[in-house]
Structure formats: structure tokens, C-alpha cells
């Protein structure tokens, strides 16, 4: 699973599908706080993915089920340093490429699972009324709704059912009902939420902060897919192999 972006996502995917691999976009997560001025962002990301880390470990070591974290989307290679101990890294070349530069300067790379870092938020920014905890924190409502859910078949609910399902057992912020207006100013912001968009939702807990992320992703993989296909057909349609 590649969009992740919370620990409970995580565990949640971990235990209904058991995927080889779930993955958290950290560095998207530090660019909401930033790009909304909410402060630097620092350590957002980390901290999720320190938290998914934890949650997809334990159900390795308790229940069996053989999935690993990857930590995603790093922007320095100070996050090398920051989350070692996370079961697999993914780094733009550069970044890689600037660790390598500075071996000889590192700080000592030892696990930080466990780790707990200052956030960098503002002083008047309430966590709470933007929804950072659902980054990070599996309640009690969420786990016994995943119980519930792994005494049903999966196979007869259906994305509207599953929905539902959700919603009938509290976590409804989890899995959204999302409008089709609101799929649309999702699509129009691209990867990063407006919170001036968003902000009674999150701060009535209709939605989760690592929801809206979510389809703010798979808004901009829609995208992306959409120029991809347009210049593939645009090269084998030059080299004769396509015709619109």
C-alpha cells in the first residue's frame, strides 16, 4: 500500500489486507504545516511515521502478519538520521546523495523507534482542532472497529457498504463520505490541502487530518496518471503506433 499517511491507515491496511508493504508520505505531512503556516512542520512527518512504525511492528510480532514500514517522501538527509530503525527507507537520489557527502560528519545513526521529537508547530496552532493526532494516535473506537469488521466478508461490502460500516461504528472521520464537491476542491489544491478549506471539518472531527490527506493524494496519482497517459499516447502517436 503507497498512501499512507497516518499510523492508523496503516494499521488498519495491515490488518485487513496484509500487504508486504505500507508506506507513510512524510514529507508531505511537514509541508501541510508549513504551506499553511501553521509552523516549520518539523517532525510532523516523523513522528507519524515513528507511529506507523510502532503500530505495523507489533502486529508483526503479535499477530504474525509479515508487513513492513516504509518511511517515504524524505525532503533532507537529516531523516535518515531522525528515523533510523524504520524497517525501509525510500529517498530521492539527491537526498541519498547528500548523506553520502556528509559521512564523515553524521551524528550516530542508531534507532530512533521510540523517539520523541518537539513538533514544529506555532505557538496558537491547537493540535487538536487540525486533527494531528489522528496522525499518529489507534484509539480504542478504531481497533474495536477493525474486531468487528474482521468477523464479517469483506467480500460482500462493497466501497458504499464499507463506508457504512465505518460510520456505524464511530469512525466515520476515518472513512469519508467525501461529496463530489468536495473530491473537486480536493483535485484543484493538488497534494498539499487548503486548510482555509477544510478547517470546520477538521476541527469538528468529521474528517480525519490523515483523510483528507489521503485523497488529496489519490487525487494527485489521478492527475499524474492523466499526463502520463496523455504523453505516451502523444510519443506512439509521432512514431505512428497510435492514432487518437
Known amino acids: 500500500h503507497t498512501l499512507g499517511f497516518s ?3 496503516n494499521y488498519v491496511i495491515t490488518r485487513v489486507a496484509w500487504p508486504s508493504f505500507v508506506n507513510l508520505f512524510l514529507g508531505r505531512l511537514n509541508g501541510f504545516i508549513a504551506e499553511n503556516d ?24 503479535e499477530a ?21 530503525g524504520i524497517d525501509v527507507i525510500t529517498s530521492p537520489p539527491k537526498i ?5 557527502r556528509r559521512a564523515d560528519e553524521l551524528p550516530p545513526i542508531e534507532s530512533r523507534l521510540g523517539q520523541h521529537y518537539a513538533l514544529g508547530l506555532n505557538d ?5 482542532r487540525i486533527g494531528l493526532d489522528t496522525l499518529w494516535d489507534v484509539d480504542d473506537k478504531l481497533v474495536a472497529c477493525i474486531d468487528a469488521l474482521g468477523r464479517e466478508d469483506i467480500d460482500l461490502l462493497n466501497a458504499d457498504r464499507l463506508i457504512s460500516f465505518f460510520e456505524a461504528h464511530g469512525c466515520s472521520d476515518f472513512l469519508v ?3 463530489n464537491s468536495e473530491i473537486a476542491t480536493s483535485a484543484e489544491e493538488g497534494k ?9 471539518q477538521l476541527a469538528h472531527r468529521s474528517i480525519g487530518l490523515d483523510s483528507l490527506m489521503n485523497l488529496a493524494g489519490l487525487n494527485s496519482f489521478i492527475t499524474d496518471q492523466r499526463e502520463m497517459d496523455t504523453h505516451v499516447k502523444d510519443v506512439l502517436g509521432k ?6
Open 239 to 244: 512514431a505512428g503506433f497510435w492514432k487518437w
Open 96 to 100: 541519498a546523495g547528500e548523506l553520502r
Open 192 to 200: 498539499i490541502p487548503k486548510l482555509d478549506n477544510w478547517a470546520d
Open 124 to 128: 496558537d496552532v491547537d493540535p487538536h
Open 7 to 9: 499510523a492508523r491507515q
Open 38 to 61: 501553521l509552523g516549520s512542520g518539523e517532525y510532523v512527518g516523523e513522528k507519524a511515521t515513528l507511529a506507523s512504525q510502532e503500530a505495523v511492528r507489533s502486529l508483526r510480532v
Open 64 to 84: 504474525g502478519i509479515q508487513t513492513y514500514q516504509i518511511g517515504a517522501s524524505f525532503r533532507s538527509w537529516e531523516q535518515y538520521v531522525n528515523l533510523a
Open 177 to 179: 463520505r467525501w461529496s
